[in-house]
């Protein structure tokens, strides 16, 4: 009997139980076949495995083009070499049969194995592996010289690992050879290797593979033959590679049965979890080592479900990460590949063109849909049916028709009858089944009621078909990716809608009037919050005043612009009623009060409940006293320029916001001079990210200093000089520049409290509408100057005056006297003597009303005048 080779880590004599003939020495070690290949195709590493395979030292390989070494690029395996050398791009692995040229001019044909490996930062290249084993002159097909049997392999067994007398792959015993029905022990015993539902692997003293069954096929992605000869990290470069190798060592030494909680993973990876490997000694019949077995199985369940939650887990953090529809979708697609399918694609129906949710579906109706994303593991794309942004048309009855219409998802296999047809009908489906794919998940991307499309998920590299727990894993993921995208077109629709409703409720035109230039901006918020309340008014009043409103509610969204709305027409409201600011601001502060008492007594919500919080300006410019009188609740004071240039914010005392109650609010008066500017705005100017407040209000301040030929201009200057990026919080913007009403434009008498004056009145306006240019309207002017002044005398106080206001097409008629004392229409009987006076005035004027003061009222009345 041949001695057996010495136990490793034993020493000679130790061995030997009796005498007999010496034992050959073992055979030495050949080493690997390694090289490096950077993205270029040039060879950077050269092994000394590789030296003796092809004969060239280092030195005449290594930064020489790779593809030299290739016998024959129009050989098929040349030329499938020269494809994966000469494009690294988009490739983790590569195997397959290659002829490469010896040194000495033959052609040597090996199976090559190639890794991609990341060398410094971005840069990579490719390990490229062999085993030195093959058919090279003199040795048998197992790698050792011919008449030797291989190391690790049992003696009185063949390479294959098969009993004496059998053929190595599959041989038959004798009594199955000459006829038998039963197969003999070696047929079952190599059945069972190659069957077995675990993952098997033989590897010899040299820990070189030189056995797998289908298993670990399967599991590596690689046949027996293409790895036989190579140790496992050379198969599966990943540290759960290198600790099995050590393992097996320590097998090897002798070290006893070892276990690892992790094993060879999936497409060529490693698997750290759901795996549990046993390596046992494979003993001859002395009990010396000759080789290691590797056996592992996964722990399916529990794997499964640790997967899929960790799965779901990371969804919720990769899915939805903004306010992007599409981008959803391709998150989506991105997490469920490769760790769920193959392949992956996302369709959303096309929404209606009047806004809203698309239509339910039908399943006997064709559905028009957008691929939104799509992600394959195929660099190429190859697998998918369409590329994102194609539009996509599913025939009635298909799967994805029954699917949406039913609203749940379902499995389909190559073969089911329902994915042919549709593979008959769509040239997409047929391209997606025709890449391979055996296997097909339809989901429905359903939120809140409402059908958005369908996930469609394929498997074609993996062999497994999908099962009822990857269905529910991929509803699962569908629906928070549906979620998502259904709150982002909600939102959408929101801020469209609110922004539709704030700019409705914004002046859509300036008025005309004569006492000020403006020019305005408006800027919504760029956040998710949506649009605010800002809003800002321009108010022509008596007596050729204009009055200014910026205000600000708190809060975002429909609730807010709402809101704006009411208080913009409460404000327009007491203006007309010509109100003193701080006035006007307690009624508005009294309105905001009731109206969130109303609104707290439904629902009881806090954020912008009727309006408190708001803040506002209102000023009032007088063109001919050149005075403006302002008054603030909580707003920023406004800025005045004067026309040499000075700016100063205008010291406006600052009163609690709207709704807050507790303390007055003060008017503030100025003059200014004719040209100066002033600038309202709201918070949001001032609330720039990049830069503090002292510095913004510096940039503010710089702008408005700045001579501009425009109030545009202005404007524009302004927000150009404080917004670097679009605002957290809306900005409005109105920049005024003052005009002065001259004493020729106006005229004013003092009048006695005698009836007989009034003849003398009528006579003062006829001539001074003489000396305008303005005798078409001395009718109208003498009745209006008759009925007002008589009602001052005959129901008012001393002193009285009156005054023509001549502002370019419209002339107002005034009278002043000490009395609080309102008049008001009302209609006159019959056989009444008076009380038609102002009854006559409302239908001649094109409007009228009475102003009070602190001391009298001024009854007016305004009439158009016709171009000239």
Same mark, same amino acid.
């Given at each position: 009997?041949?001695?057996?080779?010495?136990?490793?880590?034993?020493?000679?004599?130790?061995?030997?139980?009796?005498?007999?003939?010496?034992?050959?020495?073992?055979?030495?070690?050949?080493?690997?076949?390694?090289?490096?290949?950077?993205?270029?195709?040039?060879?950077?590493?050269?092994?000394?495995?590789?030296?003796?395979?092809?004969?060239?030292?280092?030195?005449?390989?290594?930064?020489?083009?790779?593809?030299?070494?290739?016998?024959?690029?129009?050989?098929?395996?040349?030329?499938?070499?020269?494809?994966?050398?000469?494009?690294?791009?988009?490739?983790?692995?590569?195997?397959?049969?290659?002829?490469?040229?010896?040194?000495?001019?033959?052609? @040597?044909?090996?199976?090559?194995?190639?890794?991609?490996? =990341?060398?410094?930062?971005?840069?990579?290249?490719?390990?490229?592996?062999?085993?030195?084993?093959?058919?090279?002159?003199?040795?048998?097909?197992?790698?050792?010289?011919?008449?030797?049997?291989?190391?690790?392999?049992?003696?009185?067994?063949?390479?294959?690992?098969?009993?004496?007398?059998?053929?190595?792959?599959g041989g038959t015993s004798g009594s199955e050879a000459s006829g038998g029905g039963t197969p003999g022990s070696g047929r079952l015993g190599?059945?069972?290797?190659?069957?077995?539902?675990?993952?098997?692997?033989?590897?010899?003293?040299?820990?070189?593979?030189?056995?797998?069954?289908?298993?670990?096929?399967?599991?590596?992605?690689?046949?027996?033959?293409?790895?036989?000869?190579?140790?496992?990290?050379?198969?599966?470069?990943?540290? @759960?590679?290198?600790?099995?190798?050590?393992?097996?060592?320590?097998?090897?030494?002798?070290?006893?049965?070892?276990?690892?909680?992790?094993?060879?993973?999936?497409?060529? =990876?490693?698997?750290?979890?759901?795996?549990?490997?046993?390596?046992?000694?494979?003993?001859?019949?002395?009990?010396?080592?000759?080789?290691?077995?590797?056996?592992?199985?996964?722990?399916?369940?529990?794997?499964?479900?640790?997967?899929?939650?960790?799965?779901?887990?990371?969804?919720?953090?990769?899915?939805?990460?903004?306010?992007?529809?599409?981008?959803?979708?391709?998150?989506?697609?991105?997490?469920?590949?490769?760790?769920?399918?193959?392949?992956?694609? @996302?369709?959303?129906?096309?929404?209606?063109?009047?806004?809203?949710?698309?239509?339910?579906?039908?399943?006997?109706?064709?559905?028009?849909?957008?691929?939104?994303?799509?992600?394959?593991?195929?660099? %190429?794309?190859?697998?998918?049916?369409?590329?994102?942004?194609?539009?996509?048309?599913?025939?009635?009855?298909?799967?994805?028709?029954?699917?949406?219409?039913?609203?749940?998802?379902?499995?389909?296999?190559?073969?089911?009858?329902?994915?042919?047809?549709?593979? !008959?009908?769509?040239?997409?489906?047929? !391209?997606?089944?025709?890449?391979?794919?055996?296997?097909?998940?339809?989901?429905?991307?359903?939120?809140?009621?409402?059908?958005?499309?369908?996930?469609?998920?394929?498997?074609?590299?993996?062999?497994?078909?999908?099962?009822?727990?990857?269905?529910?894993?991929?509803?699962?993921?569908?629906?928070?990716?549906?979620?998502?995208?259904?709150?982002?077109?909600?939102?959408?629709?929101?801020?469209?809608?609110?922004?539709?409703?704030?700019?409705?409720?914004?002046?859509?035109?300036?008025?005309?009037?004569?006492?000020? %230039?403006?020019?305005?901006?408006?800027?919504?918020?760029?956040?998710?919050?949506?649009?605010?309340?800002?809003?800002?008014?321009?108010?022509?009043?008596?007596?050729?005043?204009?009055?200014?409103?910026?205000?600000?509610?708190?809060?975002?969204?429909?609730?807010?612009?709402?809101?704006?709305?009411?208080?913009?027409?409460?404000?327009?409201?007491?203006?007309?009623?010509?109100?003193?600011?701080?006035?006007?601001?307690?009624?508005?502060?009294?309105?905001?009060?009731?109206?969130?008492?109303?609104?707290?007594?439904? %629902?009881?919500?806090?954020?912008?409940?009727?309006?408190?919080?708001?803040?506002?300006?209102?000023?009032?410019?007088?063109?001919?006293?050149?005075?403006?009188?302002?008054?603030?609740?909580?707003?920023?004071?406004?800025?005045?320029?004067?026309? $040499?240039?000075?700016?100063?914010?205008?010291?406006?005392?600052?009163?609690?916001?709207?709704?807050?109650?507790?303390?007055?609010?003060?008017?503030?008066?100025?003059?200014?001079?004719?040209?100066?500017?002033?600038?309202?705005?709201?918070?949001?100017?001032?609330?720039?990210?990049?830069?503090?407040?002292?510095?913004?209000?510096?940039?503010?301040?710089?702008?408005?200093?700045?001579?501009?030929?425009?109030?545009?201009?202005?404007?524009?200057?302004?927000?150009?000089?404080?917004?670097?990026?679009?605002?957290?919080?809306?900005?409005?913007?109105?920049?005024?520049?003052?005009?002065?009403?001259?004493?020729?434009?106006?005229?004013?008498? $003092?009048?006695?409290?005698?009836?007989?004056?009034?003849?003398?009145?009528?006579?003062?306006?006829?001539?001074?509408?003489?000396?305008?240019?303005?005798?078409?309207?001395?009718?109208?002017?003498?009745?209006?100057?008759?009925?007002?002044?008589?009602?001052?005398?005959?129901?008012?106080?001393?002193?009285?005056?009156?005054?023509?206001?001549?502002?370019?097409?419209?002339?107002?008629?005034?009278?002043? %006297?000490?009395?609080?004392?309102?008049? +008001?229409?009302?209609?006159?009987?019959?056989?009444?003597?008076?009380?038609?006076?102002?009854?006559?005035?409302?239908?001649?004027?094109?409007?009228?009303?009475?102003? +009070?003061?602190?001391?009298?009222?001024?009854?007016?009345?305004?009439?158009?005048?016709?171009?000239?």
């Open positions: 009997m041949e001695r057996l080779p010495t136990h490793p880590g034993e020493r000679p004599h130790e061995s030997d139980a009796s005498p007999g003939p010496a034992r050959p020495a073992p055979p030495t070690p050949t080493p690997t076949a390694t090289a490096a290949v950077d993205a270029r195709g040039i060879v950077t590493e050269w092994s000394e495995g590789a030296r003796q395979l092809l004969g060239y030292p280092p030195s005449e390989v290594v930064g020489q083009p790779a593809a030299r070494l290739l016998a024959d690029d129009a050989d098929a395996a040349g030329a499938a070499g020269a494809a994966m050398l000469r494009d690294a791009a988009g490739r983790e692995r590569w195997s397959g049969t290659v002829a490469l040229r010896h040194r000495d001019g033959r052609r @040597v044909r090996r199976e090559l194995l190639a890794h991609r490996r =990341t060398v410094d930062g971005p840069l990579t290249e490719w390990l490229v592996v062999s085993a030195v084993t093959g058919t090279p002159e003199g040795q048998n097909p197992a790698g050792t010289p011919e008449g030797q049997t291989p190391a690790g392999t049992p003696e009185g067994q063949t390479p294959a690992c098969t009993p004496e007398g059998e053929a190595a792959r190599e059945w069972a290797f190659r069957q077995s539902p675990c993952v098997l692997a033989v590897f010899d003293a040299d820990l070189r593979l030189v056995r797998a069954n289908a298993g670990m096929e399967q599991v590596l992605s690689r046949t027996e033959d293409r790895m036989r000869g190579l140790r496992l990290p050379e198969i599966v470069p990943h540290p @759960v590679s290198d600790e099995t190798e050590a393992k097996m060592r320590r097998v090897l030494e002798g070290g006893g049965p070892q276990r690892l909680r992790a094993g060879p993973g999936p497409a060529g =990876t490693g698997a750290e979890d759901g795996w549990s490997t046993s390596l046992v000694p494979l003993k001859d019949p002395a009990g010396h080592v000759r080789a290691v077995c590797l056996a592992a199985h996964q722990r399916i369940q529990e794997h499964l479900a640790r997967q899929r939650m960790l799965l779901l887990s990371e969804a919720s953090a990769r899915i939805g990460t903004t306010a992007d529809s599409g981008r959803t979708a391709q998150e989506l697609a991105d997490i469920a590949v490769p760790r769920l399918a193959d392949f992956a694609a @996302v369709d959303l129906l096309d929404a209606p063109r009047h806004g809203g949710e698309p239509s339910p579906a039908a399943p006997d109706r064709p559905l028009s849909m957008t691929r939104t994303a799509v992600r394959s593991v195929l660099d %190429d794309g190859s697998a998918a049916a369409s590329a994102a942004g194609t539009k996509i048309l599913c025939p009635a009855l298909s799967p994805v028709a029954r699917c949406l219409a039913q609203g749940h998802g379902a499995l389909y296999d190559a073969a089911d009858p329902d994915l042919v047809r549709w593979a !008959r009908q769509d040239p997409g489906a047929a !391209r997606l089944l025709g890449s391979g794919t055996h296997s097909v998940m339809v989901v429905p991307m359903r939120a809140h009621g409402a059908t958005l499309g369908v996930a469609l998920f394929g498997r074609h590299r993996r062999a497994e078909p999908f099962e009822t727990d990857d269905l529910w894993l991929a509803e699962e993921l569908t629906a928070k990716a549906a979620v998502s995208i259904h709150t982002t077109r909600r939102d959408s629709r929101e801020h469209t809608s609110t922004m539709t409703l704030q700019r409705s409720l914004l002046p859509q035109t300036l008025p005309d009037q004569g006492a000020l %230039d403006i020019a305005t901006r408006y800027l919504p918020a760029g956040t998710r919050a949506g649009v605010g309340g800002d809003w800002f008014d321009v108010i022509p009043l008596s007596g050729a005043r204009v009055a200014l409103v910026v205000g600000d509610v708190v809060g975002h969204g429909i609730r807010a612009s709402a809101t704006m709305g009411r208080l913009r027409t409460a404000v327009r409201t007491l203006a007309d009623v010509d109100l003193p600011p701080d006035e006007l601001l307690t009624h508005l502060d009294d309105l905001v009060l009731h109206l969130s008492a109303d609104e707290g007594g439904t %629902d009881g919500a806090a954020e912008s409940a009727g309006g408190i919080g708001t803040t506002c300006l209102y000023a009032v410019y007088d063109p001919v006293s050149r005075r403006c009188a302002l008054a603030r609740a909580g707003h920023p004071p406004p800025a005045a320029v004067t026309p $040499d240039g000075a700016v100063r914010f205008l010291d406006v005392p600052a009163g609690p916001p709207l709704g807050l109650g507790g303390l007055p609010f003060e008017t503030f008066e100025t003059e200014l001079p004719e040209g100066s500017l002033l600038a309202l705005y709201t918070d949001g100017l001032l609330a720039a990210r990049d830069h503090d407040i002292d510095e913004a209000l510096d940039k503010m301040f710089a702008a408005l200093a700045r001579p501009a030929k425009t109030l545009d201009t202005v404007c524009d200057r302004v927000l150009t000089a404080m917004l670097t990026h679009r605002p957290d919080d809306d900005i409005a913007l109105l920049v005024a520049r003052t005009r002065v009403l001259h004493t020729d434009r106006v005229a004013a008498w $003092d009048l006695a409290c005698d009836p007989a004056v009034v003849a003398r009145a009528r006579k003062h306006a006829t001539e001074q509408l003489t000396a305008w240019g303005l005798d078409d309207a001395a009718f109208i002017t003498e009745l209006t100057v008759s009925e007002l002044v008589t009602n001052a005398i005959r129901y008012g106080r001393p002193p009285i005056q009156l005054r023509l206001i001549h502002e370019d097409s419209t002339l107002t008629c005034e009278v002043f %006297d000490s009395s609080s004392t309102a008049p +008001h229409m009302r209609r006159a009987r019959t056989f009444d003597e008076g009380g038609r006076g102002l009854l006559l005035v409302g239908q001649l004027a094109r409007r009228w009303g009475t102003r +009070h003061a602190l001391t009298g009222k001024t009854v007016w009345a305004e009439q158009s005048l016709s171009p000239g």
